[in-house]
């Protein structure tokens, strides 16, 4: 059965028995089938650890994927507006963004290999069922248009390679729902680490197109500022692209998964930070090649994918549009199977249902029935015609940034409660970084919401 017995409080944290973690491999001759707090393990010939090279490999997991899915299609789409419009200047913005992105994550992952449970059930149990309910919500606003933006994504980047939208998304929504339903989480955890290697056209990108080094070292290093809305539109959007509430959901959720536990928690802390300076060097080599090629012309307004495919002609000339959309399929992809299985875990955990992909329709119906409602309402949407691509891109990343701090505040009360944490509770350094992300997050989207709301009543809130 893959039910777990009836909870109350956190009393099941102190029944856990060391042995129902091994010390080291097993030697399995043949598959077996376990169970294990719940969780369907399939065991099949395991060895010998691996070695070397091999071994860093396969500690790369949740912590890549849930930071690379963030350079989606809303995420390039972010990214190369804010290099047109502001060329190399919120460079440093991406900097102190991948600190926090890093803490954000690590406490995510310490949460779900110390507890073996996801953030919506630790929310469930440690707040109520009704504060559960409100993050459910907040993730299905948030989910639902990002999902609606990957499959947008995908359709633009083919109608570039000339095939229409059609037909496109109604495939790539039955690709991912195959991966997912008929494969197991291992599988479909390689694949989407394959997926992530379509990012490393942008560093070539932003070599070949020779940006002058002293200012983007400039924007890097010497914060500016600008008073007008838009400024600080972007920034919320950077912020929202960067540490979106789904990675959070799907780095803790993975972990579980996985089996990471507190023994062996090391090789999940690298795979995070691992995760979140990869994710970021190749955003802001979007900025970079963006900033280079468009904004050094005064091209300063992205609309359509195929504008922001001009910033990959220093390294790709005519193909610049074939190249860029190839990408932008891969990484859209790669989101429009995170984003529904991270919204699955959230709503599966929430209202205490089994969940994981190495279930089936039977034994999860919950989570799979939401996993196959999102891929359809995902690509239905997308194919309404007419969708202001860019904008509705960059508005969706603006909301995440809106909705992020209520769930910083559930992970920071969750990570310093010591019934649940232990000796893996924040440091003082850690909370000191990650209270200090959400209050400047928080100020942030007040100022904005506060410019755009007397921007309808033309006041400025700066002046001029």
């Not at 090649?289 to 005064?298: D, F, M, N, Q, R």
Request: hydrophobic content about 55%; glycine content about 10%; overall charge positive.
């Amino acid at each position: 059965m893959n039910e777990r017995p009836a909870r109350s409080g956190l009393e099941p944290l102190a029944r856990v028995e060391p042995s129902t973690r091994t010390s080291r491999p097993q030697i399995v001759r043949s598959a077996v089938r376990l169970n294990i707090r719940g969780r369907s393990v399939r065991l099949r010939g395991l060895r010998l650890p691996p070695k070397g090279i091999w071994r860093w490999l396969a500690i790369l997991g949740p912590g890549l994927i849930a930071s690379s899915a963030g350079n989606d299609a809303g995420g390039i789409a972010t990214y190369s507006s804010t290099g047109a419009q502001y060329g190399y200047e919120l460079i440093w913005v991406m900097l102190l963004i991948t600190v926090s992105l890093s803490v954000v994550q690590e406490m995510c992952a310490r949460l779900g290999a110390v507890t073996g449970r996801g953030l919506l059930d630790l929310i469930r149990e440690r707040f109520g069922v009704n504060w559960a309910v409100f993050a459910v919500g907040v993730i299905l606003i948030a989910n639902g248009g990002l999902i609606v933006s990957e499959f947008v994504g995908i359709g633009a980047a083919t109608e570039l390679l000339g095939v229409s939208k059609l037909f496109t998304v109604p495939t790539a929504a039955a690709l991912i729902f195959y991966l997912v339903v008929f494969g197991n989480y291992w599988r479909v955890e390689k694949i989407f680490l394959l997926m992530t290697l379509v990012f490393f056209a942008y560093p070539v990108a932003a070599f070949m197109a020779h940006p002058h080094w002293g200012e983007v070292a400039r924007g890097a290093f010497v914060p500016k500022l600008h008073r007008d809305p838009n400024y600080i539109f972007l920034l919320v959007g950077l912020i929202g692209t960067t540490i979106t509430p789904y990675m959070q959901l799907f780095q803790q959720s993975s972990v579980v998964e996985r089996g990471g536990d507190r023994v062996r928690y090391g090789p999940e802390r690298v795979d995070v930070y691992s995760g979140a300076i990869f994710s970021n060097l190749m955003s802001i080599f979007i900025i970079i090649a963006t900033a280079a090629t468009l904004h050094a012309i005064g091209k300063n307004n992205i609309n359509t994918a195929a504008d922001a495919a001009r910033a990959l002609e220093p390294v790709a000339g005519h193909f610049a549009g074939v190249i860029f959309a190839v990408g932008l399929v891969g990484a859209s992809l790669l989101a429009a199977a995170v984003l529904p299985l991270a919204t699955s875990y959230a709503v599966s955990e929430a209202f205490g249902f089994s969940k994981g992909v190495g279930l089936d329709f039977r034994r999860a119906p919950l989570f799979f029935t939401l996993f196959t409602g999102l891929i359809i309402f995902g690509a239905a949407a997308a194919l309404i015609p007419n969708l202001p691509v860019i904008k509705l891109l960059v508005w969706i990343q603006v909301l995440n940034g809106v909705l992020l701090p209520i769930f910083l505040v559930f992970i920071l009360l969750l990570i310093n409660d010591q019934r649940l944490t232990k000796e893996l509770k924040n440091t003082r350094l850690y909370n000191i970084l990650g209270w200090a992300t959400f209050a400047v997050i928080t100020l942030a989207v007040a100022i904005m919401l506060l410019m755009q709301f007397l921007g309808l009543w033309g006041v400025k809130l700066f002046g001029s």
